[in-house]
């Protein structure tokens, strides 16, 4: 019921040699059993042009890592994007509220919620990231900071705009670090966050997708994505490997 979804976030790496690299190897290797998954990539956005131009009429489709607060498609808001010019350049998902952008540019629920919606309302799909820190997870605070951070969420938008998101719960103790939290620990958050969709927007619970991010490898992804709840994968530094990501395409 729920087509996996694998998504490469590019962070601020590359250069228009790299992506034409990266970009040759992924349009190449999409052949070979990657068909049941869908799959998308978020480069820096000042490459987005050289990627939709690799990518339009392929099956990846690609997005923006953030995005701006303000409404409209235009104004006096220096070194923004606006959701319109996201809409514009044919992304179809726009990241939001990824713990780099919560802890180093200070995004706060209210911030993430405001973006959210934005992008909803451009019938854009955010990709919505929650997660605790190792201190959080150490206190037991797990649960209650990600139902806090989805709750924000849920609580700033009209239920109208709410047809088709994505959640990716990225601990944020595994991202980059070469920790992954296990399968089972995996799974067990995503079962709680589909049981706080149940409750919140329950025609949704069932048909949300929830990925896992956090150090996600070939070499671990089968097991990652082989759990219940796991219905894909945000994937940061395997993603600049055209290889490694398709293999965690052909897991999912
Ligand atoms: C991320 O940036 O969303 C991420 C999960 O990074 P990594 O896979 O490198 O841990």
Known sequence: MRKPLVAGNWKMNGSRTMIAGLLDGLTAGLTEGCDKTEIAVFPPSIYLSQVKDALDGSSVAWGVQNVCTQEGEAGAYTGETAVAMAADFGCAYVLVGHSERRALYAESDAVVAAKFALIAGQNLVPVLCVGETLEERERGETMSVVSRQLGAVLDGVDAALLNDFVIAYEPVW???????????????????????LEKRCPDMAARTRILYGGSVKASNAVDILGQLDVDGALVGGASLKAEEFLAICRAA
């Open 174 to 196: 595994a991202i980059g670090t070469g920790k992954t939290a296990t399968p089972q620990q995996a799974q067990d958050v995503h079962a709680e966050i589909r049981g706080l």
